[in-house]
């Protein structure tokens, strides 16, 4: 059966044959009536002319990564944006894989799915390793957000911020 068959069905059922050019939404009826029941996801897209804000954490906001295979591995976080972070890790992943990558911060778990990018550093203990947020859920994408407008926000100020949680 070809693709267009596949995603429009048999001859038979009524759909016109060939690749749509025009949007469409699929509709299942439930009780209730709503027409969403999962939650939106969020596209980081990096600004053209502009880097996110980055925030600087150091050693002390774990990590927790779970590779495609299922494997899990931690991580120190580093670096974090809305688009991505750096993590340092004691051996480096494939540049290309993707992960989920789990954190806490003061608003909340943040867990995104993210492509590791190529290794910038190595050290004797591990390898500093960035990444780029490939989709975010929107709640995931609201707590990174607030927490880390809430740590430029501080800084600007002079203080010191917690909103990533040390756990």
């Excluded at 596209?43 to 899990?72: K, T, W, Y």
């Excluded at 789990?102 to 608003?107: G, I, L, P, S, Y």
């Excluded at 927490?147 to 010191?160: A, E, I, T, W």
Aim: charged share 20%; no cysteine; net charge positive.
């Amino acid at each position: 059966m070809s693709f267009a068959a596949q995603v429009l069905g048999p001859p038979e059922s009524g759909f016109p044959r060939g690749i749509r050019t025009t949007a469409s939404v699929i509709y299942y009826p439930v009780r209730d009536g709503a027409i969403v029941h999962v939650l939106m996801t969020h596209f980081p897209q990096p600004h053209p002319s502009r880097r996110a804000a980055r925030v600087q954490l150091g050693d002390s906001v774990l990590a927790a990564i779970r590779l495609e295979d299922g494997r899990r591995t931690k991580a120190k976080l580093q670096t974090i944006s809305v688009t991505g972070g750096l993590l340092y890790m004691s051996h480096s992943l494939g540049q290309g894989d993707f992960v989920e990558v789990a954190f806490h911060t003061q608003a909340g778990p943040v867990h995104g799915m993210a492509e590791i990018l190529s290794p910038t550093h190595k050290t004797t203990n591990g390898v500093f390793q960035p990444f780029r947020f490939v989709a975010l859920e929107d709640d995931d994408h609201r707590r990174l957000r607030t927490s880390l407008d809430h740590v430029v926000d501080r800084s600007q100020l002079g203080l010191k911020s917690s909103a990533f949680s040390t756990h």
